[in-house]
């Protein structure tokens, strides 16, 4: 029907421009304008014509409407339903993750308190669950499913810096000056997007800012985790002293190209699921305070301006210096104002 509707227009605009060109013959009576030479029904065709032209245009936004309708729809109820089946811990410490649904299951993993997880099902009281590479049962008092608010609330946006060398800086400009550097594989939290070029981040200095160019700005959240890896604070500190003779940088994150000390803390525990501020001070606040007396290994111990890890028998593991790096020390060389415990 298209293709004939097509032909038709064809052959009466043929017509229409060989009588206004002159082409045909004009009739006796010179009075009569070309439009009046038109033959019978000719101007009616093209009106006929224009208007099935106006309604195909027509039903086709109609479609393309109904189509981006449809689609945003779809997405909408993608998002709905992947918010309906996302779990979040709420415990004081760690869940366990069982291997079935009844308490006398294998643990074969934790849930630390904000990690999340994917729900799959239900079985008696449990959700059947997957979380980062642990797959299992969760006991469904300790994990609340579908809050949006809640889910987004522990969604961690971190920058990761993608070149060898990245300025940090106090205002989002190249005329600003540089509070620190940054190397390849650090990470940052992103505290603000707005800035066109820019990303605002915290930094162990405080609020910085660097080039969009070269991070790449991701949406994490924690996960659960084998149990070896929170096994409690003894795992912490032996993964800290792993990176004894490593190099010492200010603003670093880095455990084996450079950290500062707070970056050296920060990072030890993000392997096992833990996310504290780039910052000593900030470091001073997490977990809960024990005394000095009751030190235990993977302990943080804070000092003015300074954090370290407590490893026993009276020494720490901390980046201490650009001269010495990530080293072991006395945990009394310096006023203690702070014992922080993590794991318990």
Request: one cysteine or more; glycine letters at 10%.
């Amino acid at each position: 029907m298209k293709e004939r509707r097509m032909k038709l227009t064809a052959c009466l605009l043929a017509g229409a421009i060989l009588f206004s060109a002159g082409a045909v013959p004009a009739l006796a009576d010179e009075t009569k304008s070309n439009a009046d030479l038109l033959p019978a029904g000719f101007s009616l065709a093209l009106t006929d014509i224009e208007t099935d032209a106006t309604d195909e245009l027509s039903e086709d936004i109609q479609r393309e409407a109904e189509e981006a309708a449809a689609a945003q729809a779809a997405a909408e109820q993608a998002e709905a339903e992947a918010y309906a089946k996302t779990g979040v811990a709420v415990v004081n410490d760690y869940v366990n993750v069982r291997s079935g649904s009844s308490e006398d299951s294998e643990i074969v993993g934790r849930m630390e308190n904000h990690a999340v997880a994917q729900v799959e099902g239900e079985e008696n009281g449990w959700y059947r669950i997957t979380s980062g590479s642990i797959s299992g049962y969760v006991k469904a008092d300790y994990l609340t499913v579908g809050d949006r608010e809640l889910i987004d609330s522990v969604r961690i946006r971190m920058a990761e810096v993608q070149t060898e060398s990245l300025k940090v800086r106090t205002e989002p400009t190249t005329e600003a000056s540089v509070q620190m550097l940054v190397t390849t594989g650090d990470q940052l939290e992103v505290l603000d997007e707005s800035t066109e070029g820019w990303v605002k981040v915290a930094t162990s200095e405080g609020e910085g800012y660097v080039s969009s160019d070269y991070v790449t700005v991701a949406d994490t959240y924690l996960s659960a985790k084998e149990p070896e890896e929170v096994s409690g604070g003894s795992a912490v500190a032996d993964y800290g002293l792993q990176f004894v003779g490593n190099p010492y940088v200010w603003g670093g994150t880095s455990l084996t190209n450079g950290a500062d000390c707070s970056g050296f803390v920060m990072s030890v525990y993000a392997h096992f699921g833990v996310s504290l501020p780039h910052s000593s001070a900030a470091q001073r606040n997490v977990g809960r305070e024990v005394s000095y007396s009751e030190a235990q290994p993977g302990d943080i111990i804070c000092y003015s301006g300074h954090v370290a890890i407590y490893i026993g028998g009276g020494q720490i593991v901390h980046a201490a210096n650009e001269s010495t790096g990530i080293t072991v020390s006395s945990a009394t060389y310096n006023n203690i104002l702070s014992v922080r415990r993590i794991f318990d």
